[in-house]
């Protein structure tokens, strides 16, 4: 198993351009999500998935988009960069809470490092 | 709102030392606590998993605790070691839902 899997790992834009941070997991995980970690803010929940066809929002998500075509795949679009997105991003999966002999840990990724101009 | 809050922020032992991460957490309506490391410019690599109902989880020299009434864990590290040396991240999940509140973690490093 590959586990979580991001990219691009380092990326540089300008202002108001658009790009997509791609997420995919080979575990057949149900939940999946994205943070953001930033010095002294620590990680931040952005959006989260609990299966193919279902997001919603978490704690920061003004200046992104989510979707999730399918069990493995769950990109974050940014659709007009700001400096203020400068960050590293995390994408985590795990498996439906509580399931029967299976544990609640979360897998994260390596991270993009994103730097806005 | 769930704040969770890491002391010490940063910690320097000698090799061999046994010592001691705290976490604390707002709101005692938790489904469970998670205790990651992070290696820097890495990913979070989970170490232990405590669920609600239960008061303490063990792998290896790690031991992790936790005391819902007063919204506290902590992670023990016995015998530290050099390759310990990394940043360890309390989190907190109150939804069942995977949707984690993180304090800001403790930079720890273990001296040879």
């Known amino acids: 198993n590959a586990g979580v899997t991001q990219t691009p790992k380092f990326q540089v834009l300008k202002t108001g351009q658009s790009m997509t941070l791609q997420c995919a997991q080979d575990?057949?995980?149900?939940?999946m999500s994205w943070y953001r970690q930033d010095p002294g803010m620590g990680l931040r929940l952005i959006h989260y998935?609990?299966?193919?066809?279902?997001?919603d929002q978490g704690e920061v998500p003004n200046g992104y988009n989510v979707s999730r075509s399918t069990t493995e795949d769950f990109p974050l679009r940014l659709l007009s960069a700001a400096p203020s997105q400068t960050s590293v991003y995390f994408c985590a999966s795990s498996y439906s809470p509580g399931t029967s002999g299976i544990t609640d840990t979360q897998y994260f990724g390596p991270g993009t490092r994103l730097t806005v101009l | 709102k769930q704040e969770v809050t890491q002391i010490p922020a940063a910690l320097s032992v000698p090799e061999g030392e046994n010592l001691v991460l705290n976490c604390s957490f707002t709101?005692?309506?938790?489904?469970?606590l998670q205790w990651f490391r992070q290696d820097p410019g890495k990913g979070l690599t989970s170490l232990l998993l405590?669920?609600?109902?239960?008061r303490e989880q063990t792998s290896g020299r790690l031991n992790a605790s936790l005391d819902k009434s007063s919204g506290r864990s902590t992670l023990y590290i016995a015998a530290s070691q050099p390759g310990d040396s990394a940043t360890y991240l309390c989190?907190?999940?109150?939804?069942?839902?995977?949707?984690?509140?993180f304090g800001g973690g403790t930079r720890l490093m273990v001296k040879p």
């Open positions: 575990m057949n995980h149900e939940y």
């Open positions: 989190a907190v999940d109150a939804y069942a839902g995977n949707m984690l509140t």
């Open positions: 709101d005692s309506a938790i489904y469970n």
């Open positions: 998935s609990v299966g193919a066809g279902i997001t």
């Open positions: 405590i669920q609600s109902s239960q």
